[in-house]
C-alpha cells in the first residue's frame, strides 16, 4: 500500500501565493516521476507541473513562470509554490507519483485532492 496525503490548499486573494505538499508514504522501493495535476468541475484532469527523480520539469503553459515544482527525495516530498494566483487557477490539485513497491511494481498513485480558492 503506498499513500499520497497533500496539503497546503485554501483560500487566497488574486496575486498571492500558496504553497502545496504531498508526502508519499507506504511500501515504497523508490519513486520515480511526480506531479501536480489540477481538475476543474466538468473537466479532464490536467498537468500542472512534473519533476523526474533526476529533478528535471515541466510545465503547463498556463502557469510557467508562476508556479515551482520541486521534491525531497528524503522527505518522499514533492511541493508547488503558487506564486501570482489568478482566479482561474481555482480549482483542486491533485498530487501524483510513480512508485515502484518493495515487491517490484510499478503503479501510478494519487493523492485526494486539495482545493485551491482563488478570489479577485
Known amino acids: 500500500q503506498v499513500q499520497l496525503v497533500e496539503s497546503g490548499g485554501g483560500l487566497v486573494q488574486a496575486g498571492g501565493s500558496l504553497r502545496l505538499s504531498c508526502v508519499v508514504s507506504?511500501?515504497?522501493?523508490?519513486?520515480?516521476?511526480m506531479g501536480w495535476y489540477r481538475q476543474a468541475p466538468g473537466k479532464q484532469r490536467e498537468l500542472v507541473a512534473t519533476i523526474s527523480s533526476r529533478g528535471s520539469t515541466t510545465y503547463a503553459n498556463s502557469v510557467k513562470g508562476r508556479f515551482t515544482i520541486s521534491r525531497d527525495n528524503a522527505k518522499n516530498t514533492v511541493y508547488l509554490q503558487m506564486n501570482n494566483l489568478k482566479p482561474e487557477d481555482t480549482t483542486v490539485y491533485y498530487c501524483?507519483?510513480?512508485?515502484?513497491?518493495?515487491?517490484?511494481?510499478?503503479?501510478?498513485?494519487w493523492g485526494q485532492g486539495t482545493q485551491v480558492t482563488v478570489s479577485s
Open positions: 507506504g511500501r515504497i522501493f523508490s519513486i520515480n516521476a
Open positions: 501524483n507519483a510513480v512508485v515502484t513497491t518493495t515487491v517490484g511494481f510499478s503503479y501510478d498513485y
